[in-house]
């Protein structure tokens, strides 16, 4: 190999330099950046599952409710049509 073909350019070497140094020193930086969106995405999907575990209660106390309306309004039922029975029986 000639020597004219061996030198490398100064500019070229420079560059090469100058290129390794800006990923280096952007490197903490990314790393800080992608904790932070890692993180902020983990809160959000912790958010929203609150959020729905929330909204499932509300709908299991609802129902709850439901269901104990309907127990009370049939023992009245219940006790009505007993003392029917007995009233019609004693007639």
Do not use: F, Y
């Not at 100064?10 to 090469?16: H, L, N």
């Not at 100058?18 to 990314?30: D, H, I, L, R, S």
């Amino acid at each position: 190999m000639s020597e004219a073909a061996a030198a490398v350019n100064a500019q070229i070497t420079d560059s090469v330099t100058q290129v390794n140094t800006k990923v280096v020193g952007e490197t903490p930086a990314m790393a800080m950046g992608n904790l932070l969106m890692s993180t902020s995405h983990a809160l959000s999907n912790a958010a929203h599952n609150a959020t729905s575990a929330q909204q499932q209660g509300q709908i299991m106390m609802q129902a709850a409710t439901v269901q104990g309306v309907n127990s009370l309004m049939s023992v009245g039922s219940a006790v009505i049509g007993r003392s029917s029975e007995e009233v019609i029986e004693r007639g």
